[in-house]
């Protein structure tokens, strides 16, 4: 079992801080303790809404989060939420609340209605480490200095198609590992596009439909597998040689000409068809046609795995899914998070290793987070986990040495 790791602050939190909204004295100065002894810089506080959205308004530079309560006397967690998004505030949030988890996801469904960003919610009293790791993803998330357009504007095909000429959208990866050994299984190749300073500029969220909008996608796949192999190639000279799995987008699989070239870098690079296997989302089975099918038996045929990704997600039939020869299936972290203390995703989760194992297929939880997650995955026989309880997304430098922890550590 994984030790927990040490998290990361994003720029962005040391130097704008956070706002905890919350009435209770006790748990504001729990979760305002948990920020200053990791290092947050400023850490505002306000009672309930009406208190945020006035200091809101009379900053001059706003906090990278907000962390809101819900249930407060004063203007409440919920009508917080929908004056923020009157106003066109586009600061990412997370939940802490001792609502049930049900009621949680209905509440971080609502937030993504409105055009907002959610990091995740949280039982109280808040878990340091599990709030930690939704800040993790602050990289990713929609970030405004001010009621901004910058967010919603569209991302313009000159900047994007110089990025990936450029190779400014680069690969960063998260490993694997296998549950029963312990030991490293391979890596996810995730898009990130990197400005001169090295930090992240846009998130994948805002970039890939831009690059399937504007017929970049596959130029964009292409630099990412590119990139990629020169890095297989230079960590098997340090007798390291990881499966890696990379994203291909619906639309790239509309491109006829997409598994020739896949193929033909492949072949040329001198690395093993093997080493790589590409995931497809499960909602891309539910609106498979014969071009898309093709492609993949294409790349199944020369030795490519082939993953479903994001199950539980979509509405793919056992039909669909078995109707391509995949080898892997990856659970949405959806069914992963709060698992342990909730019957409903439990049985999902149960159900879908299930499924997996009875398709002969290797099965890989995402979004692991806790130890408590790696526990109930390992009791119901999940194959292989993914998430920030193993490695947060890594620069292709920084892989070798995490590889070589995680197996020491077996």
């Not at 898009?191 to 300073?197: G, L, V």
């Not at 790696?374 to 920084?398: F, H, K, M, N, T």
Request: charged share 25%; with cysteine; proline share 5%.
């Amino acid at each position: 079992m994984p030790d927990e790791l040490a998290f990361r602050l994003h720029p962005a939190l040391l130097e704008r801080g956070a706002l905890v909204v919350e009435d209770s004295d006790a748990q504001r100065a729990h979760l305002v303790g948990i920020l200053t002894s990791r290092g947050v810089g400023q850490v505002r506080e306000a009672i309930d809404g009406s208190a945020a959205l006035a200091q809101l308004d009379q900053a001059t530079a706003h906090p990278a989060v907000l962390i809101i309560d819900l249930e407060m006397p004063g203007m409440d967690g919920i009508a917080l939420i929908r004056e923020l998004a009157r106003r066109k505030f586009r600061i990412p949030l997370v939940i802490a609340s001792s609502r049930e988890p049900v009621f949680l996801d209905s509440v971080e469904s609502m937030v993504r209605t409105f055009g907002l960003t959610v990091l995740g919610a949280l039982e109280k009293p808040v878990d340091g480490t599990r709030l930690f790791a939704l800040l993790e993803d602050l990289g990713m998330a929609r970030n405004a200095a001010e009621p901004e357009a910058e967010a919603e504007c569209d991302i313009a095909p000159e900047a994007l198609q110089a990025a990936i000429e450029q190779g400014r959208i680069q690969p960063h990866f998260q490993v694997k590992q296998c549950m029963k050994s312990g030991l490293p299984h391979g890596a996810e190749a995730l898009a990130r596009w990197i400005d001169e300073d090295g930090r992240v500029l846009h998130r994948p969220d805002r970039f890939i439909p831009a690059a399937e909008k504007y017929a970049l996608i596959s130029a964009l796949t292409l630099s990412m597998l590119n990139q990629v192999l020169a890095s297989l190639l230079h960590w098997r000279t340090r007798g390291l040689q990881p499966q890696i799995a990379l994203n291909l987008s619906p639309c790239s699989l509309d491109d006829a000409g997409l598994a020739d070239a896949i193929i033909d870098a492949v072949g040329s690079s001198g690395i093993a068809p093997r080493q790589l296997i590409f995931e497809v989302t499960e909602s891309t089975m539910t609106a498979m046609i014969a071009d898309r099918t093709a492609a993949l038996l294409r790349l199944r045929l020369r030795g490519f795995e082939l993953s479903i990704d994001d199950y539980g997600s979509g509405f793919a039939s056992l039909q669909q899914l078995s109707s391509l020869p995949f080898s892997e299936l990856k659970i949405d972290r959806s069914f992963v998070s709060g698992a342990q203390r909730r019957g409903d995703l439990r049985t999902m989760l149960e159900s879908s290793i299930e499924m997996g194992r009875k398709l002969g297929l290797r099965t890989v939880a995402e979004g692991v987070e806790s130890q408590e997650d790696w526990a109930l995955l390992a009791r119901l026989g999940c194959d292989v986990a993914q998430g920030y309880l193993i490695s947060r997304p890594l620069a292709a430098s920084e892989l070798p040495g995490t590889i070589a922890r995680l197996g020491r550590r077996s």
